[in-house]
């Protein structure tokens, strides 16, 4: 159970219950009520499925120029008991070692796709539901330095639903096509606010590396990696100032306080798009022995061992060693899937300027207002 | 009398009481105090005098390489009564209506140095004062469209300070060299915030400029005009972050309280060093006649008005008025002379860039810390 | 005459040239030859007027929803002897001043449109054209130094077709809508190498202007200073070397060889794109005394002028005349008018974009089977 | 043998006949061409080993503030015979498996560090020479689709010289400390050169990666895809016109043409200091199954294999095998061992800056002197 899957979890519950209350149905609220109940009474871990896996991104789940109709999880079969869901849900974080799967739909639907608009709730290992998990790349290798801190990295799941039973009082949205886009949207709220913040350590951590291979290497002083420490500097600070700000200048959504919808699109993005340069810099101050370095291996080898110690020193004082352990710490942060996790997860980069400009608009008319008075302009 | 004026005049007045209160000079608190409380009671406005002409900007003040000691305001004189200054200072913002002038240094002082770490104040038509003001630059012609608004702009003075005399107790800082510094920085993350605040609303009339153009040319809903919106909306959203947060997060100098030190110039760099290029971005959207259009004086010939009304007009219901005095608005906001005051005012991009590192380094040492603990280094 | 209004012409009469070509029509092969014989024998210079008013510019130029169907030039009649033609082109550079006007369309046209399907020349004199010329912003006044060197600058021209009557033997395209967009192409192919080699010079001068404020301001050895410089070596040489690259890899259209349409393009964004950002580099190393100096009428003013002469000089060596000559020679290059030609001249930024696009599809597929090989992909 | 090595090898055999040249040393040029007629006949592969392993990088090599005097390989001991040197080199791509190894020096020398400018060729296999070498990282695993083309990486050595008798035939510098600088520049240009060439190719995948993926996920019409491809198509043929300009203007230095010292180095610094955004680009089309995906074992898993062949489609007619390759090919594109080698190999991006900065001063002096012209200044 990862404090993770519980952050994902906890920001679908939440809007599903925003998005009760935006219907007013009434089943719906008591239902999702009593699921949280269920859940906190048993202290089961909620893996949040909501990517479908979408075929033609450019068509709509209902498109007959689609391939098949199962591009997004759908109602094929409803009756007095419950609902029968086909479909399928891709890189899902955790899921392998959640408790329960809560499927969300993944963006909005018009009317010939309320089939598609459906959130419901299943233990993991209800029948039909078949997780397809990606290798846990832990990026250690028996080469390596031994490291006390445990290193855990997530799986993600492809998760199919093969025709999967769900009765009655574990769907929370079936058919109401007009309220899949409110679900996403406070999902996603709420969602890229606990991006935002849980990526403040990661981004931290680049600064104290690059921090800490401008002094092994002697280089604390030279007035280009001053102005790339600043750089990371301005990325970190700009990063928590709004993610903060997002709390502080809070909307309410069926009652339910969530984060600013322009500023905690803003922080995520923030982050995302700026996170492959932000890398260069940090590898840029440590050189190109990061890809380079010998192995523990070597360094633990009687005949070459020495030649290491002497030979991959830093600055008086720093040894081979502290350089080659920063090195593999490094190693392990910069990897392709923390990239695409950063650009992805949470939704791409452009979800989040789609979103920034539409939720900006009456700012915008304000301020357009504004300049109109000042230009004389009568409308 | 102007608001901007008491702002610059304002946050001098407090690095001069903090200053006072670090040096714990009792006589330097009495007088700053004495002076504020004349101020008030007369109601009077002050002018900050701080940039110095500089002359070879890489030469301290005391650089036999300069070419005359007086590039830097300094004390030529002492006596029992007060102190005579020589010297000048450089683009001082309404100094030219403004009762008091409050002189600071521009940067920290060495030993030799010592007799350039000077503040005072003086009346400003002391006897040795010299005001060269450049023409205010109003962007106004009789050909313009005619609107009620008055438009305000300000003049920058050159002071020359021509062997002043001032008395005692309107000195505020004499020769204690260490303290120039915390003087310069106390006001920069005072001026800073300052700044980056009053910025506030010509960003906001740069993104309700590029709406309403969008609008009147009918491509409110082309793809890369939206982009180019999304882009004004970060940049308008994350000064406003920055700026609050650098309240928040305040820190205590001297028993007073400051903005952030590293948020405080963030905020200002952030407006300042992007605002050409967000500039652009409205100029992209208005499209070529901004600068092409026809006078309010072809507007009303009757011979051509009628052609300039027919041709003109932009999406249905908007008129040729509408937007050619947008664009008349727009010319007087894109002027070389904004340009630089957003490079330059409240100190240039370096300067901001050099106190984002400098007080980030403890944060630096922390997250460095951090990663050695996760990467198993010993210290 | 000016050698800027010949480049446009030239350009636009070679464009009219190739599209005759790739129409095949022999007529107008003839006409374009016989009028540009008749241009070379008596000398006469040639504005091109491209853009249209537009109105809505999300509306073609014949849908009801424009206010009126003028916003582009039409054939409104049409008969044995010539067609009457309507409507109004806007920025028409140089036309004020030059002997004949060459009209073509500013983009693609539909069926629908076919009456704007229209190209041909007129002499400036022709009765029903209306010039409305906006004033010339010399950005000299009383006060400036004196320069030896004449300032000239262009006005451009709103230009009127009130019904005008064109000659069949002035006609080079008239309905043909297909090739609307050739024509616009192969103008903008000619047209925006032209742009990026006109603009060396000025990119030039941007390096020089920076390179001569960090010598007189003494900062030519700062690390921040030598980074804005290297900045404006590589705009400067990237601009070059993208005109050169365009010229060695021509196409040929219609017999007639044309700059590589997908180098071209290039060449004037990479210039367009960044001169904001690099006008910000020059202001940042010139100082704010850039818009706050002094006049020449204050520097010979004998009250002030040995205080301006003091207290503004530069690095030992450095007058202050010097600087304030400077300053005052990049004022005049850093106006509004200036941003807005380089956004907007040749096309705006959008347009060149479309076009590296498009005109780079047959790579992408090449580069796209490549990589499907190193795959093992099959298709 | 492989091509790479002999590129860098080819590099550097060239340098050091460039630099005898320079030098006019007999003996020099003799060693140089003899060495490389034994290389032609014998058809030798030769590794060039250039980065020292440093220490304190902003101390000299002979720096009392170094740990030990052999952070830079130097010669310790000379007689008639020839020379005995001592130090190590890092990163040395391809040493393992050539057959000699040419080394340079890695910087400027000054008086004091004499005994380090030196350069020498030795047999791999030479006594006292000894490779440290890092694992091959092949990026392939059992787990992966078969590919017919075989995968080829290189490893790279660090290389000690633990006392190693290079005799005098084979010495091509020793205690020349003045000549370091231009053997290092020397390879500097004609080795940023191969690297902007050798480049292209992999630019143009990562843009034929983009172009596939944007087919097959149904999205090439979407304006912001759009947008990244033209992001990428500019980013490589920026590229190609700069590597191609460096050829056209070139130099000639010790009577061989060298490529010209300003866009070679403008070349190899667009490629690396753009590659992680664009990398950031690729992976934003290519969507967050790029890491998630499933394996090839999966695939084959007759119980799961049906479900991820039908969900895991792409557009109507492209199979999730043809995907899942593609996201097989890209990860091995996507390495921190690609992004360092991008940033670090053939010197770091402020080695290209500095370059770029001190090579062009003689045109910033010319077009400062145009702008003083152009402003009535007399110097």
């Not at 999967?164 to 309220?179: Q, S, T, Y």
Request: hydrophobic share 40%.
């Amino acid at each position: 159970m990862t404090p993770f899957s519980h952050d994902i979890g906890a920001d679908a519950m939440n809007a599903v219950n925003i998005t009760a209350n935006m219907i007013g149905n009434k089943e719906y609220i008591e239902r999702a009520e009593k699921y949280r109940l269920m859940l906190q009474k048993q202290d089961l871990s909620v893996a949040c499925a909501m990517s479908d896996v979408k075929g033609d991104r450019i068509e709509r789940p209902s498109s007959p120029r689609q391939s098949h109709p199962d591009y997004y999880v759908r109602v094929v079969k409803k009756d007095d008991k419950g609902i029968v869901v086909r479909g399928a849900k891709a890189h899902i974080t955790a899921a392998a070692y959640c408790n329960e799967i809560l499927v969300v739909p993944c963006h909005a639907m018009e009317e010939e796709d309320k089939d598609y608009a459906v959130a419901f709730a299943v233990p993991a290992d209800t029948r039909g539901v078949v997780q397809v998990c990606h290798p846990i790349t832990s990026h250690r290798s028996k080469s390596d330095f031994p490291v006390d801190i445990p290193v855990r990295n997530h799986t993600d799941s492809l998760i199919i639903f093969d025709d999967v039973f769900v009765p009655w009082d574990r769907v929370f949205l079936c058919g109401e096509w007009k309220f899949a886009m409110p679900l996403v949207y406070n999902f996603a709220y709420l969602h890229r606010h606990t991006a935002a913040s849980y990526r403040i350590p990661s981004v931290e951590a680049m600064l104290g590396m690059a921090a800490a291979m401008a002094e092994y290497n002697g280089i604390k002083k030279v007035p280009h990696v001053r102005e790339q420490i600043t750089d990371l500097v301005i990325y970190a600070n700009t990063l928590k100032s709004l993610a903060r700000a997002s709390c502080i200048d809070f909307a309410t959504h069926g009652g339910i306080p969530i984060p600013n919808p322009v500023l905690t699109n803003m922080a995520k993005y923030h982050f995302a798009s700026n996170f492959h340069n932000n890398m260069k810099l940090v590898q840029d101050i440590a050189g190109g022995l990061l890809v380079t370095a010998p192995t523990f291996k070597d360094f633990e080898n009687p005949e070459i061992g020495d030649f290491i110690k002497k030979y991959l020193g830093g600055k008086k004082g720093i040894s081979a060693e502290a350089r080659l352990r920063m090195f593999q710490l490094m190693r392990r942060m910069m990897t392709v899937e923390n990239e695409v996790v950063a650009v992805h997860a949470e939704g791409s980069l452009q979800s989040q300027r789609l979103m920034i400009y539409f939720e900006s608009l009456a700012d915008q008319a304000q301020y357009q207002k504004n300049v109109e008075y000042a230009a004389g302009i009568k409308r």
